[in-house]
């Protein structure tokens, strides 16, 4: 009789543990062991237990192979999630662990095989084999493509958040977390009695410090004292959030007829406009993608949206300033160019409209599109194609956690034909539909719920998405590439730049190795049957209808693939935390980036007075939802949530990997993190205005939020 012994840990969150039956079967080379029920005495299989157990074989088992885990009923159906299972074989042999990270719902049963990351190659057990060719096709037949709509990123086939495997779903923690931190904000901001004045402007600007007294950040108290100030206002075109708006200027557009005499009082002494052109010291926000793009209209009433055009001007005293604001694509007398010398506030409705446009942006693209939606192409792709013990599975997988959830509750709740998206709210329902927030306790949909107040919501959302779809490209995702090309590679104190550019580096030199270590030549990556059809699936069924993508359906090299899978958790982790974990600091104070705007752009630059310019915000209610949404979505998790619910940059809670070099270059990973972390501190040390959005302990691990 030969004894194994068993260890089998269950997850740590919220009902992880489970009072069914559990059998273990242990399958070797030479055969299998008892069916054997873990039953010790006491309490077995509780929230966060490691327990352990002894199994008989009548005969030697040879190499293990598999792990075959049963689960059945016992009274009331209790599901059960494994984290991993570790054997030790008889005579002292080395332990062998077999990750799991797999929820049990119902009676059933799964194999599982040990850890070490495995190409199809490297595979000579026709058991192996057929586990490995069964995991995916049950993966393919749970995990399916569908188009939500035309003219984006393909996405999960799931009608709703119910309808995802619970693998993909959130733990309890986290809705828990949401219900009770959007609670909070609507009593902190007193929304209960503000949010019903639907349609009520606000009296003068130092209204909006109503909603802004309890809830605070430094970045957002500064906001408030600065918002005015022309530096500011570039700035945040380098580090707000949306940092990679802005391109170098190196030649006025055609659009845009600025002259050098309307701009001569903003430049330095001794040059002119043609001259910093050349130097490259002209800068253009260019918001062509809002023209045409339909406005929401609520309650009856239609909000307004302008596609400006923005220079700006490296000044070598005074830094990034705006020079000159056209709110429309097309010039003329009623689109008149605004400059600094004009009206104070006709400067200053100026500004506020580029940054509302500014809001639509980040908000739809920016954020939404080009991470939230890119990523889940990856995410789809990795759990159709790639099984457990493929190591690039192993690298992504932790990168992918919670966003399948995130995005289809907004498509289902909000942006579907019957979503929130296309509802009219009046008055009496305001109150109703804030709460409802609540209830929904998911933070994408209460990201999504803002474009209820915003001036692209209904229509206008899908149509700019559209539109930035088809001038998406690969390229762009890559910060080296996407710097030179909007040639801003020598911006100073373009903080998100120089941070971005460090951790793509130890991104990149991190994946790099991992694809070293399990791929000896570039003839290995283009013999891995299953990494091509994992890349076929990204770029001809998730990208679809986007010829000019410019991502290759195949893999030819280790630095390809190296590359491909640095943009990938770039993008879910840096890119993400660089447009969402601002939020709250660029868009509390309101005047600053206004959420919708009330009244079209203004066609006469002496006209505008205080009382357009509060006729134009945002009101009452609009406001509120604004503040509350955007700190929602914009704080940190609380401690007591984050050990489980938020896992930071290189965190890798769940160890897929067991191999020690691996594990060594995730040490080193970390490490490297740290470094970047204290150069971030240092560099921010004594400053008024820190930039620590990308410091990587302030970055999650994934999509989440």
């Known amino acids: 009789m030969e004894v194994y012994t068993v260890t089998v840990a269950t997850g740590t969150s919220e009902y992880s543990g489970t009072n069914n039956y559990i059998y273990v079967t242990l399958v070797g080379e030479a055969g299998e062991s008892e069916r054997t029920l873990l039953d010790n005495p006491g309490l077995d299989f509780c929230r966060g237990a490691v327990d352990q157990y002894k199994v008989s074989s009548f005969s030697p088992l040879g190499p293990l192979l598999l792990v075959r885990l049963e689960k059945q009923r016992y009274w009331v159906e209790d599901n059960w999630f494994c984290r991993y299972v570790s054997v030790e074989p008889p005579g002292g042999h080395e332990v062998l662990t077999f990750p799991c990270y797999r929820w ?30 069964t995991e995916l096709e049950d993966r393919q037949k749970t995990y399916r493509w569908i188009s939500w709509a035309s003219g984006i990123p393909r996405c999960i086939d799931a009608k709703t958040e119910a309808d995802l495997p619970q693998d993909v779903r959130f733990d309890n923690e986290k809705r828990s977390d949401f219900e009770h931190s959007l609670h909070y904000a609507l009593l902190e901001l007193s929304l209960k009695k503000l949010v019903v004045q639907f349609g009520k402007s606000w009296n003068d600007l130092d209204d909006f410090k109503r909603i802004f ?35 170098r200027c190196r030649k006025l ?46 309650k009856g009433l239609r909000q307004h949206i302008a596609a400006p055009l923005c220079l700006l001007y490296q000044h070598p005293d005074r830094g990034l300033v705006p020079i000159a604001i056209q709110l429309g694509q097309t010039p003329g007398l009623d689109t008149p160019i605004f400059l600094p010398s004009d009206p104070p506030l006709a400067w200053l409705l100026a500004k506020m409209w580029v940054r509302h446009s500014e809001f639509q942006v980040f908000q739809l693209l920016s954020h939404l599109l080009r991470t939230h939606l ?57 109150m109703m539909m804030v709460m409802m927030m609540v209830v929904m306790v998911v933070m994408m949909v209460m990201k999504m719920m803002k474009m209820m107040v915003v001036s692209t919501g209904g229509d206008g959302l899908l149509v700019l998405a559209q539109k930035e779809y088809q001038v998406l490209t690969y390229r762009s995702l890559q910060p080296p590439c996407d710097f030179r090309d909007r040639g ?24 790099s190795g991992m694809v070293t270590l399990y791929y000896q030549s570039d003839g290995d990556v283009r013999e891995d049957l299953e990494l091509q059809t994992w890349i076929r699936d990204i770029s001809q069924e998730g990208f679809t209808e986007l ?85 929602h979505l914009g704080r940190a998790q609380p401690d007591a949530v984050s050990p489980v619910s938020m896992i930071l940059l290189g965190q890798y809670t769940d160890e897929h990997f ?33 930039y620590l959005f990308l410091l990587p302990s302030r970055i999650e691990n994934s999509i989440t939020i």
């Open 104 to 133: 049990f719902i119902g009676d059933g049963q799964l194999e599982i095989r040990e850890g070490t990351a495995k190409t199809l190659k490297d595979e000579s057990s026709p058991e192996l084999l057929r586990h490995r060719r």
């Open 374 to 430: 890119v990523v889940e192409v990856f995410c789809v792709a990795t759990l159709r194609q790639l099984p457990a013990v493929h190591p690039i599975y192993k690298l992504l997988i932790p990168h992918l956690r919670y966003t399948l959830e995130i995005n289809c509750r907004g498509r289902s709740q909000l942006i579907s034909p019957d979503g929130i998206f296309k509802r009219v709210c009046p008055p009496e329902m305001m």
């Open 488 to 511: 801003v590679s020598q911006l100073p104190n373009y903080f998100y730049r120089e941070h971005s550019l460090l951790l793509w580096e130890v991104l990149h030199s991190f994946v």
């Open 213 to 247: 007294w309890k809830l605070r950040s430094p970045i957002a108290e500064y906001c408030m004292d600065h918002w005015r100030e022309d530096w500011f206002f570039g700035y945040q075109c380098l580090n707000g959030s949306n940092p990679r708006m802005i391109c």
């Open 253 to 298: 557009p055609d659009n845009f007829p600025v002259t050098a005499d309307m701009v001569q009082i903003s430049m330095s002494s001794r040059t002119d406009l043609q001259q910093e052109v050349q130097a490259g010291n002209i800068y253009l926000l260019d918001y062509s993608i809002m023209d045409g793009v339909p406005s929401n209209t609520i």
């Open 547 to 631: 010829p000019s993508f410019g991502l290759s359906s195949s893999l030819s090299s280790r630095e390809d693939l190296s590359t491909l899978l640095t943009v990938v958790i770039f993008t879910c982790t840096v890119q993400h935390a660089a447009t969402n974990n601002g939020q709250f600091d660029w868009c509390a104070w309101v005047p600053n980036t206004p959420c919708t705007m009330r009244q079209p752009p203004p066609t006469d630059k002496d006209a505008v007075t205080m009382e357009m310019i509060m006729a134009t915000l945002p009101d009452v209610s609009q406001s509120c939802v604004q503040m509350a949404i955007t700190w």
């Open 658 to 690: 067991s191999e020690g070099r691996a594990l060594e270059m995730i040490d080193r990973f970390r490490v490297e993190l740290k470094e970047i972390e204290d150069h971030i501190l240092s560099q921010n040390q004594g400053l008024d205005l820190q």
